[in-house]
C-alpha cells in the first residue's frame, strides 16, 4: 500500500480531458512539490511535471499538474492514443528521517 | 546526450550480496544528486535510495535501510548499490536515475536508465 494514493486505472477517448489524481499527507504532498512521471510499457519512465506544475523543455502543454493541500492532480488534455502508459506521481516525505515516495501508479487507456 | 547504464544485476540466492554500478555521461555527474529506484516485475514504482552531490546527505527506504549502501565516484563518474543480505522480494529491475538539482529533496528524476534486473532466489 503507497502512501500516495492513486486510482489504479483512468480512460477517455482522443481529444478529450482526463485527471489523474494523487492523495498524500502533511508530510509529503502537504509540505514538499510533487512530480509526474509517464512509463510506456517495457520502457523507463519519463519525467513530466516538477516542481508541481512545471514541465521539462520537450514535454507537450497538454499535460498539466497542480496541487491542492495533500493533493495532487495530472491533467491530460486533448488525450492522444500515444498517452496510452502508466502514471506515477511522487514526492518527497519528511517523515522517519526523509525518504522519497511514489505512487502505486495509474494505468491510462486510450479508448 | 545524458546517459545512464546499469550493470551487475542478475542472478543471485536469497542473503548474498551483489554491486550495481551506473556509468553516468553527458552531464557534469558531480554536481547533481543521484538515485536507485527499482521495480518489480509488473508492479510500480519504489524509491530505493538518494545521495546528494557531495554525498553529504543520503537516505534509504525502510525496506532496505540496513542492507543496501548507495555511494558514487564524482571523479570516474560513477553510481554504486551495493546490496547485502538479498531478500526474494528484493527481485526487481533496478534504474539509476538523476535528479534536476544537487539535492535529494524535493525528488525530481529527470534522467532515468534502461535498468538492470536483480533476481534473489530461495
Known amino acids: 500500500q503507497s502512501v500516495l494514493t492513486q486510482p489504479p486505472s483512468a480512460s477517455g477517448t482522443p481529444g478529450q480531458r482526463v485527471t489523474i489524481s494523487c492523495s498524500g499527507g502533511t508530510s509529503n504532498i502537504g509540505h514538499n512539490t510533487v512530480s509526474w512521471y509517464q512509463q510506456v510499457p517495457g520502457t523507463a519512465p519519463k519525467l513530466l511535471i516538477y516542481?508541481?506544475?512545471q514541465r521539462p523543455s520537450g514535454v507537450p502543454d497538454r499535460f498539466s499538474g497542480s496541487t491542492s493541500g495533500t493533493s495532487a492532480s495530472l491533467v491530460i488534455s486533448g488525450l492522444q492514443s500515444e498517452d496510452e502508459a502508466d502514471y506515477y506521481c511522487a514526492a518527497w516525505d519528511d517523515s522517519l528521517n526523509g525518504r522519497g515516495l511514489f505512487g502505486g501508479g495509474t494505468k491510462l487507456t486510450v479508448l | 546526450e545524458v546517459q545512464l547504464v546499469e550493470s551487475g544485476g542478475g542472478l543471485v540466492q536469497a542473503g548474498r550480496s551483489l554491486r550495481l554500478s551506473c556509468a553516468a555521461s553527458g552531464f557534469n555527474f558531480g554536481d547533481y544528486a543521484m538515485y536507485w529506484v527499482r521495480q518489480r516485475p509488473g508492479k510500480g514504482l519504489e524509491w530505493v535510495s538518494g545521495?546528494?552531490?557531495?554525498?553529504?546527505?543520503?537516505r534509504y527506504a525502510d525496506s532496505v535501510k540496513g542492507r543496501f549502501t548507495i555511494s558514487r565516484d564524482n571523479v570516474k563518474s560513477f553510481l554504486y548499490l551495493q546490496m547485502d543480505s538479498l531478500r526474494t522480494e528484493d527481485t526487481a529491475f533496478y534504474y539509476c536515475?538523476?535528479?534536476?538539482?544537487?539535492?535529494?529533496?524535493?525528488?525530481?528524476?529527470?534522467?532515468w536508465g534502461q535498468g538492470t534486473l536483480v533476481t534473489v532466489s530461495s
Open positions: 516542481n508541481s506544475n
Open positions: 536515475v538523476k535528479d534536476r538539482t544537487s539535492m535529494i529533496m524535493p525528488t525530481t528524476l529527470d534522467y
Open positions: 545521495i546528494t552531490w557531495n554525498t553529504g546527505i543520503i
